[in-house]
């Protein structure tokens, strides 16, 4: 783990509103190559932390590198190395999928054929359909394949399984997986911890704006284990959604 | 990786907003379909209130009892103190409907009157050839009135599709520039479409300016279409042919820009979109009324006419009405253009200040 080299590296990091602190002194790297999960409740922080380092917001104080290239001076290439996905947002009205996509290869002055960036989230079938008769799944991974347009090096993904179906989730996951394992870095904002177990190399966990833990999944679970701690409830080799998923089938429906 | 470009960006966003603006249907119906209902309408419905503008001959004898007469009919509005070459122009476009001049016969107390009227108002020569001859055959008159002569001069026929044509097209070009800019940088702005523009590397003015693009692009297409329309199907006069529809193009792009303008800080200044219909309402309506879309000014009270002299739309009617119908170059509506340069600079400025992004 020491050997991993750190792509995203956050120092100090503050944001200060007028009346209140949403980022409180946060410091974390982000290793090349892993999925790294910022964990919390509402209103912790996590949206403004990954806002700044996208540089679609300006940080109070603090340093931040993205693969070399500071915020403060070099928000630009900063751009052309990432891809993000915002939480909740829309896209140009009355285009479809194709068009959509032909907008950000300009945008990024990337050369890309938006069937194939379809194909690689699996909504081919989907060219000529609108952004909003999508499904909410398939919204998501329409999102994640606008981030892939200019190859990035890092994506960002802000709650991209909120609101979706066990079936949807798991198929997202999937993806985020294949995208990690194609080389690109993931930071991936969640409310789900059975998510961010399953996909997560590393999660830090933030609380009013300060980071309260960092670590593997499987570290923090011994960590508290080691501590003493036991559910009240004895653990069962399965849970409720592995019933819902082998009663509903795998397949995932539109 | 290659350099990036920025007109690259800028030309995928005029493209994908151009697509869009196609698949508006509130777009296309307040570009198109609005104006060119009007110009169906007052194409057959034809002129309101019914005047005839005389002008009265410099030279002519004034206190005489057939110009008095005239004056009665209510119906007749006399034009004087101009010289003999305004009058002319005047009379060959049609804008005063006939000349008279009224003279005493030499050594006779009768009168001699002697009418031209122009081919380019036949219809209300028509009218004033009745009222005079009742007028002569009047019992009180006809002893001081020795003879009418008449004759016709050629003009230009001035058709009202003439009038309402560059009203409707500049009708066109506000509320596409208004309406359409304020929805679109609200909407972009709510439904975070510009953030997430700005999360890759594009220009904020790649934004602006290929929206721009598009908007204009759009603006310029209706217009060429309503000036097509209009030619082809109801007779409206361009003087020059194709020189005249590049010039009205001209106008058109400095038109919708400076209309642009009052988007942008519409989209600025509303909270949501509910909002920019009533402000953008309030920018539109006074001067889709008061800048001579559907009337002459001059025929609106004296006390409201300045406030019509002040909205940049009634420039724009102006200078188009001049450049369509009396086949006036560019040059000749500088004044025009001059007003709508200025009224553009202060809408900038306000606009700058008040655009928001996020």
Known sequence: METKKAIISVKNLVKQYDDFVAVQNLTFEVYENEIFGLLGPNGAGKTTTLEIIETLREKTSGEIIVDGFSVDKQAQNIKKIIGVQLQAAGYYPNLNLVEL?????????????????????????????????????????????????????IIFLDEPTTGLDPQARRNLWDLIIEIRDAGTTVVITTHYMDEAEQLCDRVAFVERGQIIALDTPDNLI??????????????KKANLEDVFINLTGKEWRE | M???????????????????????????????????????????????GMHIDVGITPGSDLKNPVIGMLEKTGMIRLVKNKSKADFDKLLEKGNVDAMIDVHRKVNSVAYSVNIVYTSASMDKGNILKSVLNNLFYDKNLKPSVAEIKE??????????IDFILPGQLGFSLLSTGVFGTAFVFLSLRQTLVIKRFFATPVKRSSIVIGEGIARIGFALLGALFIILIGHFFFGFTLVHGPVTVINMIVLATLGVIVFMGFGFIISGIAKNESMVPPISNIVTLPQFLLSGTFFSIEAFPS???????ALPLTYLNDAMRKVAFEGAGLWDVKFQIMILVIWGIGIYAVAVKVFKWE
């Open chain 1, 101 to 153: 996509l032909e907008l950000f290869a300009g945008l990024y002055g990337a050369d890309v054929k938006p069937m194939e960036m379809l194909e690689k989230v699996n909504l081919q079938d989907k060219a000529k359909a609108k952004y909003k008769g999508l499904s909410g799944g398939q919204k998501q991974r329409f999102s994640i394949a606008t981030t892939l347009i200019n190859q990035p090096k």
């Open chain 1, 222 to 235: 011994d960590q508290l284990v080691n501590s003493g701690f036991e559910r009240k409830k004895e653990v």
């Open chain 2, 2 to 48: 290659k350099q990036y470009s920025n007109t690259k960006a800028t030309f995928a966003l005029a493209k994908a907003s151009f697509r869009s603006i196609m698949r508006s249907p509130s777009a296309v119906v307040f570009t198109l379909a609005f104006p060119l209902i009007f110009i169906l309408v007052f194409g057959f419905l034809g002129g309101g």
């Open chain 2, 151 to 160: 004759s016709t001069v050629h003009g230009r026929e001035y058709k009202t």
């Open chain 2, 303 to 309: 006390w409201l006419q300045p406030i019509s002299r």
